[in-house]
């Protein structure tokens, strides 16, 4: 996660480096980062702030293996996104590309890795980070 984007140096390392690979696919698909935020209310959890000041907190359980955490952050910055896009964009972040016009892709773990996967076939089509 880019320093600019984090306003609070106290975000916990292990939220940050789940954030980082959903955070390279805000970016690869044109979505604006949020303002990262620490937070009292869990343990490893931040709110992620969009423009005008609303958020959405998100947080992990710290004892789960990396490839866990990343699918849970991608899960719940995803819900971020589809709230920061209604009304102006397309929901459907990501567009699943077998059902562009359908659903999103949906955050998963396949062999141990976390990874974007069309929820109507269950087809994996790319790591999370690899968008």
Known sequence: MSAERCNDDAVDEVLRE???PVFRDLRSTGISLPRVEDNDWAECGAMLRSPDGTGAGVSLDRSAP???RVAMIADQ?????IE???GRAPTNW??????PDSHPLEASVRD????WM???DQTPVAPVGGL
């Open 94 to 99: 990501p567009r699943c590309p077998h059902h």
């Open 18 to 20: 789940a954030m980082e």
């Open 112 to 115: 141990r890795v976390a990874v």
């Open 84 to 86: 920061e896009l209604w």
């Open 118 to 120: 069309c929820p109507a």
């Open 66 to 68: 990396e490839f866990e």
């Open 77 to 81: 910055v995803q819900e971020w996104v």
